[in-house]
Structures are given as structure tokens and as C-alpha cells.
């Protein structure tokens, strides 16, 4: 029987590359989106048309309520999750000194909250059936810290800290917890960045460019295919901070 898969945050940038590939492995997905309705469609239109399983859900991952209905979608179309990867999140750039109060509770509730939220929900599930897994995307600031974007590392950071506690705590279950913590991903979320910066970022990288977001799913794939790897964070990043 096929696994199925959550993948929040699936319809753009690391998480639709994420969807796309494991669509392909003929996985149950059930592709999460906030905003991106459109591009979600998209995805699983392309997707069923070629015989894949592809369901999309509209839910906003840092509220309790909306998650709660998302897990509950997916164990009424599947009866099951095997696998839970903790994509969404959101990015800001700002001087510590001028981060509000409201934007460091929003990366809060979007970036750890969520995994929180989704974690819980799921691992009830997961305890039943005496096996399961939880994918984290967390970030290469989470190990290195980032400046201009403090509050994004620490949301990352406790996902990382999660990640291992879980691990310890989940694995007697035969759950498994890991994080990937990608370094600069070609993806929207850093389009901001100028052609320059992108150069400098390449100069400092030992393989000398920045990753795809293909780099990131294949290693989402082969932590599904593993039995044997958890509690680790995972660091895809051409080897930027060795």
C-alpha cells in the first residue's frame, strides 16, 4: 500500500519540488496551501492527469483549529499519514532593532508553532500504527545564525531542537524526526537577493553555486526510504559552512 505523505507549504518553491517528486514515486500526497491556491491547482491537475495522487488542502498551518481539519482531511481520504514533512514557513529581513512585536510572533506561530501543531496532530496517528516519519525544513541560519533575520533563526533553531527531542522521545515508537537545514535554494523566497549577492554567496560556497530545490526533495526522498537515520539535521548547503 502506498504511503501517504503531508507536505505543508506544497505548492511553491522547495515544497511543490517536494510534492512533484514523491507524486512520482507514487506516494498518497496531500499537498497543504495558505495562499498559493492557484498554483496548488495547478500541481494536482498536472499531477492526476498523469495517474498520480495528488489532494490539496487549504489551511493556515500556524492556527491549531485549520491544522487539526487538515489532518483530519488526510486520514479521511487515506485512512493514514506515514509521513509528515513541515515545510511552511515564511522569511523577513529586518535589524533586530526594528522587529515588532507582532513580527516576531508571526515567524513564531508560522515557522515553529506550525511544526508544532502539525507534529502533535499527526503522532497520534503515527503511535497507533507503530511506525511513522516527520520531515522538518528547517534552515542553514538555524546552525549558523543569520543577521538581519534573528527571528527567523530562532523559530528555525527551535525546530531543530524539536527535532532531536522528538527523535529521543518518539523513537521507542518507531517514529522517526529529522530536519534538512538547506542553505540558499533557488526559490522565491530569496528573489530579493541582486544577481551581486547571488556572485558573492556562489564565491564563498565551496561548490560554487547555490542549490536547487530538486537537492532538497531527493533527500526528502531517501529519509522516506531510510530505516535507520534520526534525530539529525540534515545540512544541504554545497558545503557553505563547513
Avoid at 109 to 135: A, D, P, R
Wanted: proline residues 1%; glycine residues 6%.
Amino acid at each position: 500500500m502506498s504511503k501517504t505523505v503531508i507536505v505543508t507549504g506544497g505548492s511553491k518553491g522547495i515544497g511543490s519540488a517536494i510534492v512533484k517528486l514523491l507524486a512520482e514515486e507514487r506516494y498518497n500526497i496531500v499537498l497543504n496551501y495558505n495562499k498559493s491556491e492557484s498554483e496548488a491547482k495547478k500541481i494536482q491537475k498536472e499531477f492526476t492527469e498523469k495517474g498520480y495522487i495528488v489532494e490539496i488542502f487549504k489551511a493556515d498551518v500556524s492556527k491549531r483549529e485549520e491544522v487539526k481539519k487538515l489532518v483530519d482531511f488526510a486520514i479521511e481520504k487515506f485512512k493514514k499519514i506515514d509521513v509528515l514533512i513541515n515545510n511552511a514557513g515564511i522569511t523577513q529581513t529586518k535589524l533586530f532593532t526594528d522587529i515588532t512585536e507582532k513580527d516576531w510572533n508571526t515567524m513564531m506561530n508560522v515557522n515553529l508553532n506550525s511544526v508544532f501543531y502539525m507534529s502533535q496532530e499527526v503522532i497520534s496517528y503515527m503511535i497507533k500504527q507503530k511506525e511513522g516519519l516527520i520531515i522538518n525544513i528547517s534552515s542553514i541560519w538555524a546552525l549558523t545564525g543569520s543577521s538581519c533575520e534573528v527571528h527567523y533563526s530562532v523559530a528555525k533553531a527551535g525546530v531543530d531542537a524539536m527535532t532531536k527531542s522528538l527523535a529521543k522521545e518518539l523513537g521507542p515508537s518507531n517514529i522517526r524526526v529529522n530536519s534538512i537545514a538547506p542553505g540558499i535554494i533557488d526559490t522565491d523566497m530569496n528573489k530579493h537577493l541582486s544577481e551581486k549577492e547571488i556572485k558573492n554567496i556562489e564565491e564563498e560556497i565551496p561548490l560554487e553555486k547555490i542549490g536547487k530545490t530538486y537537492d532538497i526533495a531527493k533527500c526528502v526522498k531517501w529519509l522516506i526510504e531510510d530505516e535507520y537515520t534520526t534525530g539529525q539535521i540534515i545540512s544541504i548547503n554545497g558545503g557553505w559552512n563547513i
